[in-house]
């Protein structure tokens, strides 16, 4: 694992290598990455009143499949690398503040399907960059930039996930918008409130969350899997989630439940979508509304295997489904893992099966991070 000089030194690589993007000449010299290190690190150290922070997610795989469904051109089969994230994240204290940032420069998933475009490397997009400052006991502000809280598999942290991608639900809402929200813990439960941009950017009208949760025992909603579980942990979640700034019927109402018990976990989510929601994530047409779910039944060989299945139904014109299997090797938990993913699509025109191996390194937020 890199210390903190180092993760600074890659910070500061990326700084150079922005700099030198934009430069006439190139520039290359050691030495003056070695000075953008020493002063992001007097920087950070200077800026914050509490430790400092810093960490990073690699999750990059090798997807084949034969199947014309996946092909990346005429008389091609799909094999290829491809990286889901490449992430560096800061964390920092001023006082009772804290202040959280995270760039990316990749964001992959192969389904929707892949295409040649994606997977790869390429400008570093800030994602996270919010400020927390508490209110009250048990209540805090969310200030900035972040990801839509309204579905719990949305909100996963990428280095967590049981499978290689996320429920296609999840990435429904795995969108990053400027806003506020307003968190609150009271004993076992958990509320969310948030007005963020929405689809029509800095105009007047916001999109809407509001989520609440209950907790029973340690909950379950910190990551996917019974990695570490014991006993029985739940999270049972709903939601909703408005945005008159894309359409009148631009909503959504969800239901989640996370749960282990011992070495089993179980996770299932639905949501009841509007029909302009429902024409941009699942392509219905006509105005028809849809009511997608997902189920993952999981069980925990031991600490070091796990394996998993996959069900996800769009409702959608085309009547998509989706089942897969999934292989979990833990070299050290979710931090360090390998990942081997089955998966049969079809729908009532085509279908089509994808294999995927994938290497996990790292994690997106700071333990203790929403």
């Avoid at 092909?71 to 889901?84: E, H, I, S, V």
């Avoid at 031991?302 to 897969?324: K, P, S």
């Amino acid at each position: 694992m890199f210390d903190r000089h180092q993760l600074c030194r890659l910070a500061a690589l990326v700084l150079v290598a922005g700099a030198a993007r934009a430069a006439t000449d190139p520039v290359n010299d050691y030495a003056l990455l070695d000075s953008h290190s020493e002063n992001l690190q007097a920087a950070l150290a200077g800026a914050s009143t509490g430790p400092v922070n810093i960490g990073y997610l690699l999750r990059t795989s090798y997807a084949n499949s034969g199947d014309d469904l996946y092909a990346p051109g005429a008389g091609q089969d799909l094999g290829g690398f491809r990286t889901q994230d490449a992430s560096l994240w800061f964390q920092g204290k001023i006082g009772n503040y804290e202040v959280f940032l995270r760039t990316d420069a990749s964001d992959a998933t192969d389904w929707p399907l892949p295409s040649l475009a994606s997977g790869q490397i390429g400008g570093v997009n800030m994602r996270d960059a919010w400020a927390k400052a508490p209110i009250a006991e048990g209540v805090n502000l969310y200030f900035g930039n972040f990801r839509c809280p309204v579905v719990n598999s949305g909100m996963l942290d990428e280095g967590k996930l049981l499978m290689i991608d996320r429920t296609r639900i999840g990435q429904f809402f795995d969108v990053y918008q400027a806003g506020a929200a307003v968190v609150a813990d009271v004993q076992d439960f958990h509320f969310k409130l948030a007005a963020q941009n929405g689809g029509d950017g800095s105009a007047d009208e916001l999109g809407i969350v509001a989520r609440a949760e209950y907790k029973v025992g340690d909950g379950a909603k910190q990551r996917e899997g019974a990695l570490g579980a014991e006993g029985f942990d739940a999270t049972f979640g709903v939601g909703y989630f408005q945005d008159r700034g894309m359409g009148d019927e631009f909503d959504a109402y969800i239901a989640d439940a996370y749960a282990t018990l011992d070495q089993f976990s179980l996770h299932a989510e639905l949501v009841d979508m509007g029909g302009d929601l429902a024409a941009m994530t699942v392509g219905n047409t006509g105005g028809d509304s849809a009511t997608p779910y997902t189920a993952t039944l999981g069980y925990r060989i031991n600490d070091e295997f796990e394996v998993a299945v996959r069900y996800q139904d769009l409702d959608d014109t085309n009547d998509t489904t989706q089942i897969g299997g999934g292989f979990n090797y833990y070299v050290a938990g979710h931090s360090a893992k390998w990942q081997l993913n089955v998966s049969q699509f079809d729908n009532d025109a085509t279908d089509g099966l994808l294999i995927q191996v994938g290497l996990s390194l790292g994690q997106a937020f700071p333990n203790g991070a929403p």
